[in-house]
């Protein structure tokens, strides 16, 4: 049983900080040195995966996605593995545990943590023990939600209570990421705040972090509700042991945890957006603040809060998705407040429902602030500018200036400035003899070529895809040509010819021959497209 609760350690390791108290804090710089060296090692390591057959062995079903599904072995650090085209997909739920024969394929598919797809598996049991059951109530909860408020919105509220996505509507979860806000949907430090402060209003401390333990657990162990969880737990304890509270050091702690169990994190957006964006509250948030002193405070605490999330989640956004997003600031001021009491109406709906007349109060206030919701999206979506699409150099530009931003203090003035217009006299003479750069990856199994030249963007693919509009988005491209193969050669554009020849990209580029080689299974991504693998100029 200790094998499947392995996300309980930690918690039980603060737990049993909690009794010892100033004896645990005089090792704890020693302790977290040990933990981060451990992490790293186990990041490592988690990749290489020997194992080539399994039989009647357990497996934990951990995501279910679209027509697969994510198992997690029953080990002490679970490693994660793919099964394709799973037949009985609506019958089993997440927590479930499979017992099955099959082969493991080595296939990683870091943006979800899998080091092996299962193969030629047969089922042998199907198996509910404690923890299925217990994150079953999820179900349940579900249910409750879409009974009175329709299956739409009982996927949001859903979403925004537990952090649970799947069932949440495509289009719905992209608006919400154009508008930059659809960090709401995981489980974050405001549903973790919001639970132990109400609960050690009424409770002492013991009863309301195990209480607040309890939501994390029916959550799912979402990374962003652990990351709040253990730094809710250091804040609490440092008055307790007679220590100050530090929120980096917090931080770094919840990171170690995280990457000593789930290694697989490191690789993951979750992770990432969740880590940063703290980040930026620790050290910026104050700050900002102290900036928007002449404002009410009613306004400078909500963007002071919000410009500081964002200061490291601009870049990371950048380098991954190659879009300036510029609604975040309108969105998150006027659109989260009206979420976060989705949240709590939300809570407060499930545990006082079996009240009629509080139940039809709950629900006419939520059907309301639904209707805000939505009107204030079509609002904001007229009033906000489209997503900037950014070249790689403009990209690299903006992170070198971030960086000599945060090195201003150790160099001098004049140092800084004569490093600001070098750094700008390189740019504005790339961008200049640049005449066009291809970009070769990945959308889900289809290769792709984007040729970019000073004035448009063309895309070839090597087939064809149902949401083209949402890849142009995505891609920031002028046009798409589709079903390009080793029979149907490509227009030449800039000097370029493209080609498709069994599944491998051939670029001719002023007619010499570039064959690119396939690193497929050496790096590739589950259900998003590449970071670029290779990126020619000329």
């Known amino acids: 049983m200790k094998d499947d609760f392995i996300s309980f350690g930690f918690v039980l390791l603060l737990l049993i900080t909690f009794l010892l108290r100033n004896v645990i804090y005089k090792v704890f710089k020693l302790t977290l040195i040990i933990l981060s060296?451990?992490?790293?090692?186990?990041?490592?390591s988690y990749y290489s995966n020997n194992q080539n057959l399994v039989t009647n062995k357990n497996f934990r079903i951990s995501e279910k996605l679209s027509k697969d599904?994510?198992?997690?072995?029953?080990?002490?650090?679970?490693?994660r593995y793919l099964i394709k085209n799973f037949e009985n997909i609506d019958k089993v739920d997440?927590?479930?545990?499979?017992n099955l024969n099959g082969n493991i394929e080595k296939s990683n598919y870091y943006d979800i943590g899998v080091v092996g797809e299962i193969i030629d598996y047969t089922i042998n049991s199907y198996?509910?023990?404690?923890?299925?059951?217990?994150?079953?109530?999820?179900?349940?909860?579900?249910?409750?939600?879409?009974?009175?408020?329709?299956?739409?919105?009982?996927?949001?509220?859903?979403?925004?209570?537990?952090?649970?996505?799947?069932?949440?509507?495509?289009?719905?979860k992209n608006d919400l990421k154009e508008l930059g806000i659809v960090h709401i949907l995981s489980v974050s430090g405001f549903h973790i705040n919001l639970i132990f402060g109400i609960l050690s209003k009424i409770l002492s401390f013991l009863p309301s972090i195990i209480a607040t333990f309890i939501y994390l657990v029916l959550t799912g162990f979402k990374v962003s509700g652990i990351r709040a969880f253990s730094m809710v737990f250091i804040r609490e304890m440092s008055p307790r042991v007679h220590r100050n509270y530090d929120g980096i050091n917090a931080l770094c702690v919840a990171g170690s945890l995280i990457l000593l169990i789930r290694p697989y994190e490191v690789l993951r957006l979750g992770f990432i957006y969740s880590f940063v964006s703290t980040l930026g509250i620790l050290l910026f948030n104050s700050k900002i603040k102290d900036y928007l002193y002449r404002l009410p405070k009613l306004l400078s605490e909500p963007i002071s809060l919000i410009i500081s999330a964002q200061i490291f989640i601009i870049p990371v956004n950048l380098i991954i998705n190659r879009k300036l997003e510029l609604g975040f600031l309108l969105s998150n001021i006027f659109l989260v407040p009206f979420y976060s009491l989705l949240v709590i109406l939300s809570i407060v709906f499930v545990f006082f429902s079996f009240i009629p007349l509080f139940k039809e109060?709950?629900?006419?206030?939520?059907?309301?602030?639904f209707d805000v919701i939505d009107g204030g999206i079509i609002l904001i979506k007229m009033f906000t500018p489209e997503s900037i699409y950014l070249i790689n150099i403009l990209i690299i530009f903006i992170v070198m200036l971030y960086i000599l931003y945060f090195f201003r203090k150790k160099i001098s003035f004049k140092t800084f400035n004569k490093l600001v217009l070098i750094l700008s006299f390189v740019y504005i003479g790339t961008i200049t003899m640049i005449n066009s750069s291809v970009e070769v990856g990945?959308?889900?199994?289809?290769?792709?070529?984007?040729?970019?030249?000073?004035?448009?963007s063309y895309l070839y693919l090597d087939g064809n895809l149902k949401n083209i509009?949402?890849?142009?988005?995505?891609?920031?491209?002028?046009?798409?040509f589709t079903n390009i193969n080793n029979n149907q050669d490509s227009s030449i554009i800039s000097g370029v010819k493209v080609e498709f020849i069994n599944k491998k990209v051939v670029l001719y580029v002023d007619?010499?021959?570039?064959?690119?080689?396939?690193?497929?299974d050496n790096f590739k991504y589950y259900s998003d497209i590449y970071p670029q693998k290779y990126y020619f100029i000329f």
């Not at 109060?361 to 602030?369: A, E, N, P, S």
């Open 511 to 520: 007619k010499k021959k570039i064959e690119v080689n396939n690193m497929e």
């Open 361 to 369: 109060i709950t629900v006419y206030l939520i059907k309301i602030i």
């Open 37 to 44: 060296v451990i992490s790293f090692f186990n990041i490592l």
């Open 442 to 456: 990945k959308y889900y199994d289809k290769n792709y070529v984007i040729i970019r030249n000073k004035d448009r």
């Open 94 to 98: 997440i927590g479930m545990v499979l």
């Open 69 to 79: 599904i994510v198992v997690s072995s029953k080990n002490i650090i679970p490693k």
């Open 127 to 172: 198996q509910k023990d404690l923890y299925s059951i217990f994150i079953g109530m999820k179900s349940i909860i579900k249910e409750l939600f879409t009974d009175n408020f329709g299956v739409e919105r009982g996927n949001i509220l859903s979403s925004l209570v537990f952090g649970d996505t799947s069932s949440l509507d495509k289009e719905y």
């Open 469 to 480: 509009d949402q890849l142009i988005d995505k891609l920031g491209v002028d046009k798409v």
